[in-house]
């Protein structure tokens, strides 16, 4: 790996000098310079999306680049208002498939469409995977046309679908095996009421079908596919006793699921001819959930590992992988080194290293020439030297409850009476870690302490800290933001005058709820694509199929949900609130900001609302990223100092 030390330290060089400084908003706004790296089977190509910001050009291109001869070409281009992409994947050498997203509306209801296209390297061509002649044979256009359930490695023109709008039962999924040049496709598992989704086994046989109904979840399995089926495990959604199939072992009897053990997700494996069901341990962790998915090896035709989804441990079990990733820990010893791919014959692959200071650097590693090359940073105007230091702490929350938080405080500044931002999570069932955060890195360099925690009902840490959420929208979540607001001001960190809380989705409720339920606490309040109505929110899920798991989890007290809501304590806010809502939010619809700004403009309250045409949940448009952080920024600046 000597090849890459010299490029470290030149890095190192030319940043060590660089002393602090306001960066450009747009390096820190703008979409991923680079996401979605992906290498072909053979290891000899490199698909990746890459931004798109010129004159003539805005949004985001797929780039294919040649490894041996460093060409790139340029296939497909989105200005991620029409559609955003969401993946890429290779399903052969010559055929790349892309995953893509776009609003629309059915019979009434805003809904989230999926389609998968194929861009063939040899014809130089892009095509939908279903053709219109094939879609002649749906009783109806699928919605989701993007679930791969399985490659088949022995026929690579061809893969096995899940897809609704089939059969006689066309209201739920169906497998099929369809021809990814013509779109011509047959039956492999039809459809079965309430089965929402289906797995294959390493012998590509469809096995395990998820049952969802209501609250209620089976676990169903099959001998063969289509054959008759036996209930595994049965659990509502939230229950101590659910059971999530990973996948199999080579051997077609070897199921490898996630459960709880000792309070914590941990991966277990239980062989299908046990009358029993026994869940023999695999793997755990002392303090945390087990999140992710298995690392399977074609090659050694094993289960090797474990690769987490969100940046945090990364485990191998097999002593030949442990090495190699060992290997890398010591050629880049600052970072959390992640192989998120490798070639059919295991001897190339893909590295992706970051740390809370840098926004991600792409590798490609040579194991038989023993390189490791840098190939593309996620953000390359962002340098980590100029960037802010991150903790991890704890404070307790008033019942007694331990919280993990990160604080972020500007570089070269004593952590002492410092302009704060206040920064609860979405979600809420998800987690902040010590990685890389843009928004927190921006707000950092902006001159802002910086503090995240995981209030109780956020994943990651066990089955009790999980339940002690539900149905606490506005109660103990509320008050777990407040009380790491009040311990950063008794440790000295915050100027207690100069305090702002700012979120996103459900961050963005916590938000309008802070500076509603607690007077002189904050300065003022940013919520993007907020929950003000929890009432309206519960009551919109009616015609989803997660209705009843949305109850279970808020809750159906619509009373009590409503004067849990920002939007029935508006006359309570009397610091000024920044509204921003996209106009094509499909996951909290764009009436919540709205009717907020006309209930505060109506009560004469300090509001201001942007609207982003076209916008969808995550500010998958680079414009309005950028129009999002410069209306932050000066809203900051405006109040708090």
């Known amino acids: 790996m000597k090849r890459i030390f010299s490029l470290l330290v030149t890095l190192w060089l030319c940043s060590a ?9 747009e390096a820190f706004a703008s979409i991923p310079d680079v996401s979605h790296v992906t290498m072909s089977p053979n290891g000899k190509k490199i698909a990746s999306l890459v931004r798109l910001n010129t004159n003539e050009m805005k949004g985001s291109i797929i780039n294919i680049l040649d490894i041996d001869t460093r060409e790139s070409f340029y296939p497909l281009q989105t200005d991620n208002e029409k559609f955003v992409i969401l993946s890429l994947q290779w399903a052969s050498d010559d055929a790349l498939l892309i995953k893509a997203k776009f609003p629309a509306v059915r019979y009434g209801t805003p809904t989230t469409e999926t389609r998968l296209m194929k861009y063939s390297i040899s014809k130089n061509k892009t095509s939908s995977i279903i053709s219109s002649r094939s879609l002649k044979k749906f009783k109806w256009m699928p919605q989701i046309q993007s679930n791969i359930i399985d490659y088949l490695p022995n026929d690579k023109e061809k893969l ?52 969802h109904k209501d609250s209620q979840f089976r676990i169903y399995e099959q001998a063969d596919t289509g054959e008759d089926r036996r209930v595994l495990w049965e659990f509502e959604a939230f229950a101590k006793e659910q059971v999530w199939p990973m996948g199999f072992a080579q051997d077609p009897n070897i199921l490898y699921v996630k459960a709880y053990h ?41 289960v090797i590992g474990i690769n987490d989804s969100d940046e945090s441990e990364y485990t191998f079990w097999d002593d030949e992988y442990v ?25 190339r692959y893909i590295v992706y290293s970051t740390n809370a200071k840098e926004a ?58 410092l302009p704060t931002i206040i920064f609860p999570h ?22 802002y302490a910086v503090l995240r925690m995981n209030f109780r009902g956020s994943s990651g840490y066990g089955f009790d800290f999980m339940q002690a959420g539900l149905k606490s929208w506005g109660l103990d979540m509320q008050n777990d933001v407040e009380d790491g607001t009040r311990w950063l001001m008794e440790q000295g960190i915050s100027d207690p005058k100069k305090i702002c809380i700012v979120g996103a989705s459900y961050g963005g409720y916590a938000a309008l709820m802070g500076v509603a339920t607690t007077k002189d606490l904050y300065q003022c309040a940013v919520s993007v694509a907020g929950v003000t109505d929890v009432e309206y929110l519960v009551k919109s899920s009616r015609r989803y199929t997660n209705f009843e798991i949305v109850k279970k989890q ?20 009397n610091v000024p609130v920044l509204l921003i809502h996209g106009d094509k939010d499909r996951v909290v619809r764009v009436q919540h900001s709205e009717d907020m700004f006309d209930k505060l403009d109506d009560l004469k309250k300090p509001v201001e609302y942007i609207e982003l045409e076209n916008g969808d949940h995550y ?23």
């Open 554 to 573: 808020i809750g159906d007290d619509y009373d009590a949900l409503y004067e849990r809501s920002p939007l029935s304590k508006a006359k309570d806010i």
């Open 360 to 417: 991600g650097i792409y590798f490609f590693g040579d194991r038989d020439a023993g390189e490791l090359l840098p190939i593309a940073y996620r953000y390359k105007e962002l340098n980590p030297e100029l960037l802010a230091d991150t903790k991890t702490l704890t404070y307790k929350a008033r019942d007694g409850l331990e919280i993990e938080a990160f604080l972020t405080t500007p570089q070269n500044k004593e952590a002492k009476n």
């Open 619 to 641: 500010l998958s448009n680079n414009e309005h990223r950028i129009k999002t952080f410069i209306a932050i920024e000066k809203f900051l600046h405006q109040n708090l100092h």
């Open 426 to 447: 979405g979600g809420p069932i998800s987690y902040d870690s010590n990685s890389f955060d843009y928004w927190t890195q921006f707000l950092a360099n902006r001159g």
């Open 160 to 211: 096995l679908l899940g897809i609704s709008g089939l059969g006689n039962k066309p209201n739920f999924e169906s497998v099929i095996n369809i021809n990814l040049n013509n779109g011509a496709f047959k039956f492999v598992q039809p459809a079965e009421p309430n089965i929402q989704d289906w797995i294959t086994d390493r012998q590509h046989k469809v096995r395990i079908g998820i049952y």
């Open 17 to 25: 000098s660089v002393s602090a400084e306001q960066l450009p908003l």
């Open 262 to 302: 000792d309070d914590l997700l941990a991966i277990f494996k239980v062989n299908l001819t046990d009358p029993k069901l026994t869940k023999e341990l695999v793997f755990s962790r002392e303090s945390y959930d087990v999140e992710g998915s298995l690392i399977y090896s074609s090659l050694k035709q094993r």
């Open 323 to 347: 090495r190699l990733a060992n290997g890398l820990n010591k050629a880049l010893p600052d970072y959390r080194n992640y192989i998120t791919q490798f070639s059919d014959d295991e001897r």
